[in-house]
């Protein structure tokens, strides 16, 4: 997970603020304007239908599309590594895998002691165990889901100090005490990796060195050049095992270092496959581009990408795979973010700027089977998973089984509410969006689609996530929000959470209207 002391990136959510009485002047005042908008929308309903957007947009459907590959879907992360052994965890991979074909998982911690890897005998010689290692990986690969392998975090008894991690499970993120003892650490590890599943899998992996080294993961000072020191030991053990297997780095937050980390591999004649980063839609501007501007949730992620992007671009190794392996609308737990509808046209217009900019981008997580902050205490409390406890979906998870839908290949049109895509067969697909902020109300809005090239008689299917499609949260408030829901409030729940059968319309002269409430995400096939 993206957090940090030193960053100033909260580990738990703020303590809310205390509310005003509602029975103060100011709130008796406040509550008689709403009512008096209230009735005077009822009375006059040319008034509420004012406030709705509207937006046209045309497309020319016989147009010529280019490749739409779905690297929004590619991979995701997940709680650390012995998480990997729950029923639970794996109930969750098998739905989120089900709903969008998903191929990489990534996780922390695959060299914490509860692994129980690496160890040493009375006279310091290494001991190597990999009965959960292979547990943890078959459970994947039996699943349809390869590991994308974060190398990390450093086992006790090859530390060089003691510095522990605040999360729940106190990762070690100390340096190593000797750099040829994690060499063969390394080694050992891609040899038994090789050996069980063969070469011709494992070279299918990737191999991320550490997580997150400019922030409060990695104690080794100065930070950039002891993780520099860390990736060249750990490429070159990799390699020496196999060229054929992938590694990269520096796995940095906040889109940093990737510029100075192709530099100083091409300098050193480092082995790197590919580049991967992070970054959170609450992130700075200061901490991400060096600004002082205010950059919304809405925009930071595709600004990083964009920045990431320009500088493999223009580096000596402009040809080298992208993969942002964090992202998501929020660091913090925030559950008007990522337990809301919000995500959907979030998600939407997240993939929409970022086309183009990144290879992989991999949504931080995929289940809310996740303890950096302590055991889950109940289901919706702004997780970042797809999955709420006890398998209920979020809203997150329904809009990336909408957007699964998505053809692969793109159709340009002018909007920012929407993207087109076309089918072998010639039927549209198309997302379409109503965004503003979580903080915001937001107004409804009418998009119009001009469908030029239609000929004939034609219907849409339109599926919806909105708060009343797909959406388990007002049932979950409408229930007293349980800390512990029972089996027949989780039953109920999984009800509320699933998407509604889709709505057909006839499309007229061939323009087509659909109407979306604030924060609302329709998929739409044009047959």
């Known amino acids: 997970m993206s957090e940090s002391i030193e960053n100033k990136r909260p580990r738990f959510s703020p303590t809310p603020g205390k509310w005003i009485s509602r029975t103060s002047a100011g709130g008796r005042n406040a509550q008689l304007a709403v009512s008096f908008m209230v009735l005077f929308l009822a009375c006059h309903p040319e008034a509420a239908r004012a406030q709705v957007q509207r937006e046209t947009i045309e497309i020319d459907t ?42 990489y998982i990534r996780f922390h911690a695959i060299f914490h002691d509860e692994v129980g890897l690496y160890d040493e005998d009375a006279n310091g010689k290494p001991i190597y165990n990999f009965s959960y290692v292979d547990q943890i990986y078959d459970g994947l690969l039996q699943n349809g889901v390869r590991p994308y392998v974060e190398l990390s975090f450093m086992p006790k008894k090859l530390a060089a100090e003691q510095t522990l991690h605040p999360f729940w499970y106190h990762p070690i993120v100390s340096p190593p005490r000797d750099l040829g003892r994690w060499a063969d650490l390394i080694t050992h590890f891609a040899k038994h990796l090789v050996d069980r599943y063969g070469i011709d899998e494992v070279s299918q992996w990737y191999f991320e060195v550490w997580n997150e080294p400019n922030l409060d993961f990695w104690a080794g000072e100065p930070k950039e050049q002891t993780y520099y020191a860390l990736y060249d030991t750990t490429a070159e053990a990799l390699k020496a095992v196999s060229p054929r297997l992938r590694v990269g780095g520096p796995s940095t937050a906040q889109a940093a270092w990737v510029d100075r980390f192709i530099t100083h591999a091409v300098e050193r004649h480092a082995p790197v496959d590919f580049i991967s980063t992070h970054v959170y839609g609450n992130d700075s501007a200061k901490d991400v581009l060096g600004t002082d501007e205010t950059i919304p949730r809405t925009q930071m992620v595709c600004r990083a990408a964009r920045k990431v992007h320009d500088q493999v671009k223009a580096s000596s190794r402009p040809e080298l795979p992208i993969f942002f392996s964090e992202y998501n609308a929020s660091y913090k737990n925030e559950p008007s973010v990522t337990d809301s509808v919000f995500m959907g046209p979030w998600l939407a217009d997240t993939i929409r700027q970022c086309d183009g900019l990144m290879d992989m981008l991999s949504y931080w997580t995929f289940s809310d089977v996740f ?16 999955m709420a406890a006890d398998n209920l979906p979020k809203p997150s998870f329904n809009a990336f089984k909408l957007l699964h839908e998505l053809a692969v290949e793109r159709i ?24 503003s902020l979580p903080e915001e109300a937001g107004e409804s809005k009418d998009l119009t689609f001009i469908l030029k090239g239609i000929k004939g008689a034609r219907r849409a299917v339109i599926s919806r996530l909105d708060r009343t499609h797909g959406s388990l949260a007002g049932a979950y408030g409408a229930m007293g929000s349980p800390i512990y829901p029972t089996s027949a409030q989780i039953k109920q729940l999984r009800q509320a959470a699933e998407l509604p059968a889709p709505e057909k319309k006839r499309i007229e002269g061939g323009q087509l209207t659909v109407e979306l409430p604030p924060h609302g995400l329709a998929l739409i096939e044009v047959r």
Request: no cysteine.
């Open 412 to 435: 340009a049109v002018d909007s920012n509410s929407a993207l087109v895509t076309r089918r072998p067969d010639g039927t549209l697909v198309i997302a379409a969006w109503n965004l």
């Open 371 to 386: 303890e950096e902050q302590g055991v889950v205490t109940k289901p919706l409390y702004g997780g970042f998973g797809l």
């Open 62 to 103: 016989k147009a010529a599309a280019r490749p739409f590959a779905h690297f929004w879907e590619r991979m995701f992360g997940s709680g650390r590594a012995i998480l990997a052994l729950r029923d639970s965890y794996r109930q969750d991979l098998r739905e989120v895998k089900t709903a969008t074909g998903f191929e």
